[in-house]
């Protein structure tokens, strides 16, 4: 097989001959995933395990070729990486693009930014596929902290590698970069027959193995499964509530993250505040409301792709553009919206570099097209403990350690549905109160909850959510306006 | 092996049947692979513009290996047809490999299945048209639902994917089925007075372009459009609480995926998947009611009339298990789970044919076939006849978004329209609507189910398990139902 650089190299080489051809972009991507998945299993009352009982290694590669001609884009993507295989590539890409009617929207590939890349070294052992033995010893530590008989473990430990290479003809290249990471998801739950008496969740991340700690993350789902519930559920209504890091990174990732895109707000999927404008070229676009007020004065948001430790980094995106860090939401206030090359040009903005192609394998895919995400979406820390957030909140208040299923209840919409999938609190007379995670459903409106932010927790945690590409860096949050609900129960 | 102008590749299935030696010589008790070669080319337009067209084609291997009891599996993407070979004994090596790395777990078992050795074709009327005419299609398509009035963004997609799986075993299956699929989906965005609604549907079938020509994707544009246009004209949002609740088939699609299909997966009854989907409350209730007795529900993926094109439908899993109807809720008792032959063996059951994987780069998972609830015999067999004495209801029609604990216990299900119900009549549109229960109560509460005229099964062509997540296709649907649930309204 040919490496990453020449193949890019071969791919550029065959197009530029195609006749007519006015932009060209290769790009091939190595992702490996190497994981071992722990869990307990329960037949007929029997407890088999915990264990590991699958380790696997994914590996893929992918390469695309982009051909620009009269202002229609051709894709082609394959696995296949032989000359007469690329040849039938870039051949198959200019007849795509000859197929298409010249798109108005289109104004270029990627252009240099003239921003300097921030190198973040990677894992060799990670890079080398050699994580495997490690891991199952990371998960091996784990498993024997369960100290009760009721209690499970399950969840994965993993690390992961993504090689990119990449160029077009205006000059933006990736002569070679590597992004490893690893993560440790576990997850611990109490369990009396069918019922889960007590949940909880246990994360640990970085981009290196040596710094992988599943123990630690076992011992954080572990310390709240132990807990025994004083409550089966917690009345509905309405309430404060104080979501941790966990809950916090999954309303962002479903309710947030999506919103602050620029193609989404173009496509009408973003709930942001926009109004119908005209471009420069005479088209007409839902174009966002920049220095509004789109939550409360203590909060802000933060992307950041070159934190040397953290997973989401990122040191270019998948159109060749070094990443840096932009503050999308600073006291409150809009004020930097996510984009690929594409919407940004149409938009006449400059990239924010945050064009990655993620799909349905792990890594960066060249058989995806580049659509904006986060890396690291970093909530900083206020000024408040944990105790002061409880006795600042009045009224009837939750604290919910961990979302479930954190959902939009349309596209585009405000509105979203979630449960407590973890042990939470109900504070009563200043004291937290554990209650039984699934105890409710719980509804709200991102805006109302951004809107409702009194308060900011002082420790950060880093998160990410089931099948995120993005990590989450944030920490305790005070808000209000969230209800309990208790369907066909509350008549 | 040759390599094919289609870009999939010929394989020798002597070099499957070797590599299984090879896999008994590195020390696997059972081991299988999976190779899969496809080809792909789809296009979408916007607002009658073809935007993208894009072509692709690869295979991958993936082999699953047990070995000191545990799973090892690793999967690579083939670069050209001379390094298959090279590929395939790199992929058994490192699976057995990982497997006897956790030879200090428990030990996994399998339930005995028959292996087959079998080649099934692919069943199709007519080939998908060419990418020119694929281009045509879908400009056509989206400049239709576009002109329509406040429709400010249309989206239409077409593409065909064709596949071919092996599936080889130590223990003497050799198993091909090849695949043709095609499909799309169409999307319409209107806005009016600041008011926005999106209206999705995909369409899509295992078949050919006959298909497509039966939906009639013309005229499902113009219904999207239609919708999307009513729901920011004349819809409004639906008084929150507990009434009768009249659910369409395009709606039980989603209900009977969410509170049936996923709890009825024995990985997630045995508690395999309490890190990720979660668990089933239902787990030790095996033989006890928990419906109304007008409540059947089955899993199907057996090759019959009433299964034809739909994605839960095969011949084989992807453990070389015939395909089968496995009983879920019959009249309203707790009856069969899926299993796999790991989950069959711990549990006493006999494996389902459910063990599916979206690609061969990947472990194969239960999932979902062809899963309905069943109409029943002499029920009504029109809506009409369904509502006839309903006073005050809500009628739920195409669903859009779930939320639901991760025990499937309480839930809440959005649709795009939904409609009031007065003295037996459909009355006003309403939007942003939610159907809200308990799985249990609802069941139990649901009194009228329609006849086989009201019964209609739908593709889904999303559904994600799993870590890393797979998004699989699978089927379902069910006849009109009437119960009791809250309705919740939303922003």
Known sequence: MEQLPEIVDMLLALAKRAHGVNEVEAYVSRNTMTSVRVETLRPKGRTVGPFGQQLFTLQNWEASIKVVINKAVGVFSTNYMTRPALQRAVDM????????????????????TGKRPVAIAPDPRILKGDAGPTLVDQVEAATALIDEKDLDLAGSVMAVSAEVCMANTNGVSID???????????????????EVVSSGVGWSSSRKIKQLDACAAAQDALTWARMRPERKT??????????????VADLFDNMLSNALSLDRVY?????????????PTGKKVRVPRMNERIASEAVTIIDDPTMKAAMGSRTYDDEGLPTYRKVLIEKGDLKEILSSSYYANLYGRESTASGFRYGLRPGRLASCEPSSYPTNLIMPAGDWTYDELIEESKGPTLVIPRTWYTYPTRYGGTGFSSSNRSTCFLIEKGKAVPVAPNAFKLSGDIRKFLDGVQAVGKDVKVATTWAASSAFIVPHVLSSGIRVEKPQEQK | MASKESGKLDIETDLLKRAMDLALEHGASYADVRVETYISEGAQAENGLCKSVAKGAGTSVGVRALAGGSWGFASMDVPDEHGF??????????????????????????????????????????????????VKFVQEVSKAAKSMETIVMSLAEVYHVDSTK?????????????????????????????????????????GGWEFIER?????????????????????????????????????????????????????????????????????????????????????????MEKHKGFYGTFAFDDEGVPAQRVVHLQNGILKGFLHSRQTAYLSGARPSGAMRANHAGLMPMIRMTNTYFEPATGGPSTLEECIEDIKDGVLMGHQSIPSIDSRRYRFQISAYEAWEIKNGEVGGLLKNTAMMGTTPEYLKSIN????????????????????????????????IMVGKACIQGGA
């Open chain 1, 93 to 112: 890409a200019v007849r795509n693009a000859r197929a298409m009617a010249p798109d108005p929207d289109f104004v270029s590939l990627a252009r240099p």
């Open chain 1, 176 to 194: 070679g970069s590597a992004d490893t990471f690893t993560v440790a998801a576990l997850t611990a739950e109490r369990v009396d027959g069918p």
């Open chain 1, 234 to 247: 917690a009345p509905p209504g309405e309430y404060n509530v104080i979501l941790g890091p966990y809950a």
């Open chain 1, 267 to 279: 496509y009408g999927w973003s709930w942001l505040p926009s109004d119908f404008k005209e471009l």
């Open chain 2, 85 to 134: 070979k090279g590929v395939l004994d790199d992929s058994i090596a490192r699976a057995v490999r990982h497997a006897k790395a956790q030879t200090r777990f428990p030990e996994v078992k399998l339930a005995k299945v028959k292996p087959v050795r079998k080649h099934i074709k692919a069943e199709f009327e007519r080939e998908p048209i060419d990418l020119d005419a694929k």
């Open chain 2, 166 to 206: 092996h599936f080889c075993s130590t223990e003497g299956a050799l198993i091909t089925q090849d695949f043709l699929r095609v499909g799309g989906d169409i999307l319409c965005n209107a806005h009016r007075s600041g008011q926005s609604q999106t209206y999705y549907k995909p369409y899509g079938a295992l």
């Open chain 2, 215 to 303: 939906f009639d994707i013309e005229s499902l544009a113009l219904r999207v459009a239609n919708m999307s246009r009513r729901l920011v004209t004349e819809a409004r949002v639906p008084k929150s609480g507990l009434t009768t609740v009249v659910t369409k088939p395009s709606f039980n699609m989603l209900k009977v995926h969410e509170i049936v299909g996923h709890p009825v997966e024995a990985d997630r009854v045995l508690g395999g998947e309490s890190a990720w989907a979660g668990r089933a409350w239902w787990k030790d209730l095996q033989g006890k009611r928990v419906a109304s007795p007008l409540v059947t529900a089955v899993s199907d993926a057996r090759p």
């Open chain 2, 448 to 479: 009228i189910v329609g006849g086989p005229k009201t019964w209609e099964l739908y593709q889904i062509p999303n559904c994600g398990k799993g870590d890393p997540m797979q998004i699989m296709r699978l089927s379902n649907g069910g006849p």
